[in-house]
Structures are given as structure tokens and as C-alpha cells.
């Protein structure tokens, strides 16, 4: 790459009188307390919070999302997802934490997030850009949680990870992955994600590490570290823990982005099971943690009910729990859109204000804020706020707390101090060959074997040799170096076939398509038409296991079945020959039937009666 098709771009430094460099970002040719490098981040926080405009402190207490232009450039034309112009929320609304969705290549990538931070130079105090995401290294693209990893190195999805039950890997994964994330400028995550998987029927299970809350409390700590290391600094990347005080307990497993999935109950009593890895998070210094948008319903704390309010409105859980009895003094981000619906084409999302539905939006946001906490998720109304300090509401005070959080945490990661990334490093970082191997180690090592066996009493795996191979759910062009595509399984020596947990298919609110929930039984056509394959061919059944499955019909007949967690079909491939041996145990157990889920308890891990296989279960394949 020559200079004339890439121009690093570098922060403008001054010198001070006594000779320290520093970035003159208001233009007053003194070097403020902010601004100076050699001060405590707190210090420089704080004086920075005194200086700014009532205008400018609001735009720091929202957090949106944002889209990319062309080849990096800024998006300057709203999009399917993002509101307002880049320009407009960043000169007009002072606005610069941005949740951005798809993203280029690596160097693209880059490049936006110069042109990003180039542009927040204009800015009064020139407040640089905190660019985060969601989890974008697996295969799950659902806009409402994660993205597929396109450019960056594919890995399991975080129950995938804790599939295999290895605390050194989670914590390779978290450092490539903030690796990659800082090399284009992405300085926040949206996760981890530490919600119990306890209710077989909620859709958002992949993004966890399963249903015991022992594993789930270790896992974050190496999660964390990875990212964060042992404090916030230059060469970090800060975590968002969700969804406090635990997603995972919802009435009939429906999930709370939905009206009808609003509900968090606890008939098994386990509200302080499913809040015990936010205790490890807040220890481990988790740099922030996003609320849920359920509500509780039946909880007490302390012998006092708690209101059956969506959890970001709830000055119990947040205030009264959060801050005062687990000490947790860092961001409260609100999940997204508690405020205003949310309209996307022809489709609309309503605001997820559960138990409180009747409020105008000045006043759901005047709960928020009362409840404890410091920045609106999805949102871009700044004037809001800003009405409800000019109308004597809200307090500047109250503001400056939840200002001095959010910039304590740029002042440590650095970005006042050089917000830029190389390009040229970006693209030899994200996605590197060794990177993309060790994800791809990860997600054979992940395939969780169910079941295997033949009907002389062997067993059907590892395959070996290179055998004719009748393939569905896979790409034929997969099996080159294992086998040979077969037309027909009466032409093949072996029947592979990559299933889909079942779910019921939804589309009326915007992203419901993208939530599994529901059902976990396959249709009866399916499960006949398999059988019948079985009979002919030997037959080796993987399921995506996004959520858990009535595998029991499955079993019956499958020479082998297997349960995968994000795996592409080559890692499929190597773990069923055994190339990579597949090491993964059940995050979840697998429930018998359909009965058994539903008198199970939401909040109770492995509740399902006489449960097919049980959390853990897993084998080995012979050496």
C-alpha cells in the first residue's frame, strides 16, 4: 500500500509549556486538564464534565445504532436501521457512542472509523466516537443480537465455546477477538451475554453460556479478561454484561423484545441463581451492564415486592441492587428502544416499555433515568432530556453522575488520546489465517456427540476412508477430501443431514423472523421422511442446536446424532472423521418431549422430566 492510496491518519498534537504533548480537541491553545495525558482518568473526567453544555452532556447519554457508507465512507443517507445522518448525530445531537452493524472489510471498516473520529474533532471538546457492537464472530445474523462473521474469524457461538469447557479457550477467543475488534476501531462489546439457559423454549440461548450458573460465573471471568484485561487501557475492549439480573427465566420461554414475551418469572425461586455471574462480572470490573427488557413478576427482594416494570425502569433492581448492594459504580446502558417505538418499513417494534405502556415517552424516559440509569440504548431523542433538565425534572446533577461514567471510560480506553487504527494493520489482523484456524479448531472441538452406534452393536463413527455421501443441510462442495457426493442414498455408503432446531416461523413485528421460538417438536413429515431414509442408508443427524430439541424421534433411528453450536460444514466434516476430535458436552439438557418443557419451571435449570440426554452428556469417539 503506497502513501497516495492510504494517508495514516494521526492525531493533531501540541506541546505545553512544560513540554507535554497533548491534543488541543477545543481549540483554546492551553492544555486543560482533560486533555492532558499525564493526569488520573478520573481527573480528567471530571474537569471535562464541568466544561461541556447541557446539549453536549445529553448527546453523551445515548447510544445508537449506526450504519457504514460505501468502501468507509460515512453514511450521510439514513438506512434501513439507523435514524438520522452521521453528520447529524454527531455535529447536531452530540451524540458519539454508535452500535454499527454490517461492516466492510477490514480495511473499509477502518477507514469508517477514522472518518468517524475525524469528524467528532468538530465537535466542541472534539469527544472522540466509542464504536461497539454486537457478538459478530459467529454464524448467527440476527440484526436484534449478532452478525455473522463475515470478514473477522469465525468461531462457535458463545454456548458452543462453553460446549467445550475450556476456560483457556473462551479466553483465547475474547483476546483475537478484541484483537480484531480494536484493529477497526470497535472499542465496545455488547456482551458478554450471561443469562441461564434455564427455559428450553427461549430463543436467545446461543449467545450464553448455558444453563449452570457455576460454569456461567467462570466463563465470564476469562470472557472478560480477554477483552478487558485486568483494567480498561489503551489496548482494551469494553464489555457490556447482559442482561441483569438474568434473561433467561421467561413465561413459556417467549422472549422479551415481544409484547407477549414480557414477562421474567421465577416459580422455582432461583432469582439469585440466575444474578449470581453478574456478581463475578461486577468483581471481575465489567466496564458496564445492560438491564433486560422483561419484567418481574411475583419477585421480592428483601421482603419488599418488587414493581412488575420492565427491569431498565426499575429503581429496585438497578439503584436498589445493582448500585447500592452489589457496589457496581460503572455505565448502566438500557437495552434498546424503552422509549419510543421503533418503525422499520412497513414494520414496527413497540417500545419495550413493559408495565409502564401508558407513559408518554418524556416520562418513560424521566423513569429511566430515576431508576438509575446512565445511557439510552437505541435512541436518539436527545431533546427529551434535555427538556427535562430545562423543566426542572431532572437535575444537571443527576446528569453530570451518569457524564462522568461515560467519560471515564473513553479517558481510559484511551480514545482522547488516539482514536485512529492503521488500516494496513486492520487488514492483516482481522481474519488472519491463523486466527481463522484456531476458530475453526473450535467449532469441530465443539460437536457434541449424542448418540452412535450400528445395528451390530459398533458404532458409526468417526467415518474413515473416503465414502460416497448422500448430503442435506450441507454444501456438496464440502465433502472434497472426505468423500464423494452420492445422487441418491441408494447410490451412498453414508446419509449426512444438517438440521435446524424447529421453531414456529413468525413475521408480524419487525425482527420477530429472526427469534426461534415456540414449538421444539419436529413437524411429523419430517421425522417420517427421515425414518424412511434410515432404512436405506446409514444416517448421521446433526442439529443446530440454537436452542434445545425434541431429539427423541431422532433418536430412534439415526446411526448417529450429533448437536452442533455454530459449526461450519467442514468443521462438521473434520469432527465426524475424527480429523479434529469433537470434545463437546450439552450447555443444556436435551428435554423428552414437548409435556415435559412445558410443566417445567422457567427459572430452574434441568427441570424437564426423564430428559433424553442430560446436561454434560457427550461422547467420545474411539481413538
Known amino acids: 500500500m503506497t502513501p497516495e492510496t492510504q494517508t495514516l491518519p494521526v492525531p493533531t498534537f501540541s506541546r505545553s509549556d512544560n513540554g507535554t504533548q497533548y491534543r488541543d480537541l477545543n481549540g483554546n491553545g492551553i492544555m486543560d486538564p482533560f486533555e492532558d495525558p499525564s493526569l488520573p482518568p478520573q481527573e480528567r473526567a471530571a474537569d471535562l464534565t464541568l466544561r461541556l453544555s447541557l446539549e453536549e452532556k445529553a448527546g453523551l447519554m445515548f447510544h445508537t445504532v449506526i450504519e457504514t457508507g460505501t468502501d468507509g465512507s460515512l453514511l450521510e443517507t439514513p438506512g434501513n436501521i439507523s435514524k438520522s445522518p452521521t453528520s447529524t448525530v454527531i455535529l447536531g445531537k452530540f451524540m458519539n457512542h454508535f452500535n454499527v452493524h454490517a461492516l466492510g472489510s477490514a480495511r473499509a471498516a477502518a477507514r469508517w472509523s477514522n472518518s468517524l473520529q475525524k469528524l467528532a474533532e468538530s465537535t466542541p471538546h472534539g469527544i472522540p466516537v466509542t464504536i461497539s457492537t454486537d457478538p459478530r464472530h459467529a454464524f448467527i445474523e ?3 443480537v449478532s452478525f455473522t462473521a463475515a470478514h473477522f474469524s469465525q468461531w462457535p457461538e458463545p454456548i458452543g465455546l462453553a460446549a467445550i469447557r475450556s476456560s483457556d479457550l473462551i479466553r483465547r477467543f475474547a483476546e483475537i477477538a478484541r484483537q480484531e475488534y480494536t484493529a477497526v476501531g470497535i472499542r465496545a462489546a455488547l456482551h458478554p451475554t450471561v443469562d441461564l439457559a434455564t427455559e428450553p423454549r427461549w430463543c436467545r440461548q446461543a449467545g450464553t453460556f448455558g444453563q449452570d450458573s457455576d460454569l456461567s460465573a467462570a466463563y465470564v471471568v476469562d470472557y472478560l479478561q480477554g477483552f478487558q484485561g485486568t483494567k480498561l487501557g489503551p489496548g482494551s475492549v469494553a464489555c457490556t454484561t447482559k ?4 434473561g433467561g427465566a421467561q413465561r413459556d420461554g417467549e422472549d422479551a423484545h415481544f409484547p407477549y414475551g414480557r414477562e421474567q418469572v421465577y416459580p422455582g425461586g432461583r432469582f439469585h441463581e440466575h444474578l449470581a455471574p453478574f456478581r463475578t462480572a461486577i468483581a471481575e470490573k465489567t466496564s458496564a451492564i445492560m438491564p433486560y427488557y422483561g419484567m418481574p413478576v411475583g ?11 420492565g427491569f431498565g425502569y426499575n429503581k429496585q433492581i438497578i439503584t436498589g441492587l445493582l448500585r447500592d448492594k452489589l457496589g457496581f459504580d460503572g455505565v448502566v446502558l438500557s437495552d434498546w428502544e424503552l422509549v419510543n417505538d421503533n418503525l422499520v418499513g412497513d414494520q414496527v417494534l413497540p417500545a419495550r416499555a413493559w408495565g409502564v405502556e401508558h407513559l408518554t415517552a418524556p416520562e418513560r424516559m424521566l423513569k429511566i433515568i430515576n431508576a438509575g440509569v446512565d445511557q439510552f440504548g437505541g435512541e436518539e431523542c436527545t431533546e427529551l432530556l434535555i427538556g427535562l433538565v430545562r423543566d426542572g425534572l431532572v437535575s444537571e446533577e443527576r446528569i453530570d453522575e451518569s457524564v ?10 484511551g480514545l482522547f488520546d488516539n482514536p485512529y487504527v492503521d488500516e494496513d494493520a486492520a487488514e492483516r489482523t482481522v481474519g488472519n489465517a491463523d486466527f481463522r484456524r484456531q476458530g475453526h479448531s473450535a467449532q469441530a472441538r465443539s460437536v457434541t456427540v449424542l448418540a452412535n452406534r450400528t445395528h451390530d452393536g459398533g458404532t ?6 473416503s465414502p460416497s455421501i448422500y448430503v442435506e443441510g450441507l454444501d456438496s462442495a464440502s465433502l472434497a477430501g472426505f468423500g464423494t457426493p452420492a445422487e441418491s442414498p441408494e447410490t451412498a455408503d453414508i446419509a449426512v443431514i444438517r438440521l435446524f432446531s424447529p421453531w414456529d416461523h413468525r413475521d408480524d413485528l419487525f425482527l420477530e423472523k429472526h427469534f426461534h421460538a415456540g414449538s421444539l417438536d419436529f413437524p411429523p413429515g419430517l421425522i417420517s421422511r427421515l425414518q424412511s431414509l434410515a432404512e436405506r442408508v446409514p444416517l448421521i443427524i446433526d442439529v443446530r442446536l440454537d436452542r434445545p430439541a425434541v431429539l427423541t424421534p431422532l433418536a ?13 460444514d467442514t468443521a462438521l466434516l473434520d469432527a465426524l472423521f475424527g480429523r479434529i476430535l469433537p470434545e463437546g458436552k450439552l450447555p443444556f439438557e436435551i428435554p423428552r418431549s414437548m409435556d415435559a418443557v412445558r410443566v417445567s419451571r422457567p427459572d430452574v435449570a434441568g427441570d424437564t422430566e426423564n430428559p433424553l440426554f442430560p446436561f454434560g452428556h457427550g461422547l467420545r469417539l474411539p481413538v
Open 142 to 144: 440476527n440484526s436484534g
Open 460 to 465: 458409526s463413527l468417526p467415518l474413515s476412508g
Open 404 to 413: 462522568r461514567r461515560l467519560l471515564l471510560v473513553k479517558f481510559q480506553l
Open 556 to 568: 430412534g433411528f439415526a446411526s448417529a446424532l450429533v448437536g452442533t453450536f455454530g459449526v461450519s
Open 243 to 246: 442482561h441483569f439480573p438474568g
Open 299 to 309: 419477585v421480592e427482594l428483601d421482603g419488599e415486592p418488587v414493581e412488575e416494570v
